[in-house]
């Protein structure tokens, strides 16, 4: 009898454990809500385009910047892609909403069991960003949050040794992911918060779907191989050298 239980408990035991190896395919939409302070967009804005353009920016930042995203994971690689949204009313997108979709078409690539990423840009030059994922020291509470049907607990921490980060995970959903490069805490992130570069984002998901079906994650490989530091200063000395032909940033009164 003993034999008996003891072979069971062996069986048992590997079946768990094949369940616990097994990879989950999940997709998870995602919306990004942005929000911009419109005296520091202007203050960047060249004068001799500021009266064209004030107006409308206004507009666009009163009406709400909102982006869909979409994450596909096998639990320890994703894709993170945003997801073009036809446009029933025809009315043209705004300057702020194109220059972002503009610059960030391709996927970013995370690859959370070596902690790194990979990310292409098309800036007149391929570029493909290549940087470790931040570790960030999480703090957990006991706060809890609905998300897309999940119970949530809420963590803080700070990102890139700056940058102050709200996110709310599930621990019902064994992936140490979440949108954009926001990772790190046991379970998937439904919503985050930080701020960037002057904007307020809000990355909320909206629905979570288990495929049967292997999800295939595609790595980029086209494209200068580029830190994420070294990206950003060429793309500030592009930007100031914009602001040199185009008559300067800010009005001179």
């Known amino acids: 009898?003993?034999?008996?239980?003891?072979?069971?408990?062996?069986?048992?035991?590997?079946?768990?454990?094949?369940?616990?190896?097994?990879?989950?395919?999940?997709?998870?939409?995602?919306?990004m809500e942005m929000k911009f302070d419109i005296e520091q967009i202007l203050s960047s804005v060249p004068a001799a385009w500021k009266a064209q353009v004030e107006e409308p920016l206004r507009q666009e930042i009163k009406k709400g910047i909102f982006i869909d995203y979409k994450l596909q994971t096998n639990g320890t690689e994703s894709e993170y892609k945003m997801q073009e949204k036809i446009n029933n009313d025809q009315s043209p997108a705004g300057m702020i909403l194109s220059q972002i979709t503009a610059m960030d078409k391709e996927p970013l690539y995370k690859n959370i069991k070596e902690k790194y990423y990979l990310k292409p840009y098309n800036m007149g030059k391929s570029y493909l960003m290549k940087d470790q994922l931040q570790d960030v020291k999480w703090k957990i509470t006991k706060e809890k949050l609905q998300v897309a049907g999940f119970d949530t607990y809420k963590a803080t921490g700070v990102m890139n040794d700056s940058i102050p980060v709200t996110a709310w995970y599930t621990p019902k959903i064994n992936i140490k992911d979440g949108p954009d490069r926001v990772w790190g805490l046991p379970g998937l992130i439904l919503k985050t918060e930080f701020e960037m570069n002057g904007a307020g984002i809000i990355l909320t998901?909206?629905?979570?779907?288990?495929?049967e079906d292997e999800?295939?994650?595609?790595?980029?490989?086209?494209?200068?191989?580029?830190?994420?530091?070294?990206?950003?200063?060429?793309?500030?000395a592009l930007q100031e050298k914009y602001k040199e032909m185009y008559?300067?940033?800010?009005?001179?009164?």
């Open 205 to 211: 998901a909206t629905k979570v779907a288990v495929k």
């Open 215 to 236: 999800i295939k994650i595609n790595k980029p490989t086209k494209g200068q191989e580029i830190s994420e530091k070294e990206f950003f200063e060429e793309m500030k």
């Open 1 to 31: 009898m003993k034999k008996l239980f003891f072979c069971f408990t062996f069986v048992f035991a590997g079946i768990l454990s094949f369940a616990q190896d097994k990879p989950q395919f999940l997709e998870v939409d995602y919306q």
């Open 247 to 253: 008559g300067g940033g800010v009005d001179s009164e």
